[in-house]
């Protein structure tokens, strides 16, 4: 019944069989806020939900190790460089959060997948990068916030 209807439906659902023979769009949520739009089933989102978790882990060790490094070798103030950068962050991050505000309605058009799907596929990619950048930008704005509050 659900794979004849030609309307919109939002599936909650456990079972990854079911999923792949209904859905056309998964919506994941990653975990810290992040949801990722993937065209497709669960099939067709798990390799991708397994690069990011490896990527996620990559990123995560490098940047832990010279934040470590940075905080022992420097005295507790911020730099004239991390004053400015954190003067400049709430700017890009609200230029982020616009980005994606834009990519995510234009893939709230439920044609778009069956229309474009090439626009689909970059829409969904760039929407994934932006949200990495702004948690990343989020990141380092709290970090030298909380430097800079330790300071006083």
Do not use: C, N
């Not at 497709?40 to 690069?51: E, M, N, T, V």
């Not at 003067?87 to 474009?116: H, N, W």
């Not at 994934?128 to 990343?136: I, N, V």
């Amino acid at each position: 019944m659900l794979s004849d209807y030609d309307g919109t439906v939002l599936l909650v659902s456990h079972d990854r069989d079911f999923i792949d023979r209904i859905a056309t769009t998964t919506v994941a949520l990653e975990g810290g806020g992040r949801i990722i739009v993937h065209a497709g089933g669960w099939s067709d989102y798990a390799p991708k939900r397994q690069l990011t978790e490896v990527e996620a882990r990559a990123a995560a060790k490098p940047a832990a190790r010279p934040a470590e490094v940075k905080t022992a070798a420097k005295p507790k103030g911020l730099s004239f460089t991390e004053r400015h950068r954190l003067e400049e962050l709430p700017g890009e991050i609200d230029r982020i959060t616009s980005e994606i505000d834009k990519l995510q309605g234009l893939l709230a058009d439920p044609e778009l997948f069956t229309r474009e799907p090439v626009k689909f596929a970059k829409a969904t990619e760039a929407l994934t990068e932006r949200q990495s950048r702004l948690d990343a930008a989020e990141e380092e704005w709290l970090s030298l916030a909380e430097k800079a509050e330790a300071a006083g």
